[in-house]
């Protein structure tokens, strides 16, 4: 079993930033492929951006291309998210999610390769 507890969310305007951060339990940490998903009111949960198992391979959707970042520390068994140059679009709540069987270099950008979820975080951009 894994956790995974997200944190950062907030309330910002827009052109701010915020850094989402996700504590993940499990010694193994260091195996895990992560994801961060956003769903915004009244519509599906959406790919955001994934990493792989060992850092070097980084995904996002294409509407959060140039603005997010998305990181982790296998030390501190974290994952960040950072988040730029913010617009009202990008409300949500954010999950953190984490696939326990990947291979080295995969990022997944499908819900349902994802074994393991947060209870999410808001966040709010407002205009």
């Known amino acids: 079993q894994v956790e995974l507890v997200e944190s950062g969310g907030g309330l910002v305007q827009a052109g701010g930033s915020l850094r989402l951060s996700c504590a993940a339990s499990?010694?193994?940490?260091?195996?895990?492929?992560m994801g961060w998903f956003r769903q915004a009111p009244g519509k599906e949960r959406e790919f955001v951006a994934g990493?792989?198992?060992?850092?070097?391979?980084?995904s996002y959707a294409d509407s959060v291309k140039g603005r997010f970042t998305i990181s982790r520390d296998s030390v501190r068994n974290m994952v960040y998210l950072q988040m730029n140059i913010l617009n009202a679009e990008d409300t949500a709540v954010y999950y953190c999610a984490a696939n326990v069987t990947a291979r080295t270099w995969i990022v997944f950008t499908s819900q349902g390769e994802y074994d393991f979820w947060g209870q999410g975080t808001q966040v709010t951009v407002s205009s």
């Open positions: 499990g010694r193994t940490f260091s195996n895990y492929a």
């Open positions: 990493i792989s198992k060992t850092a070097g391979t980084t």
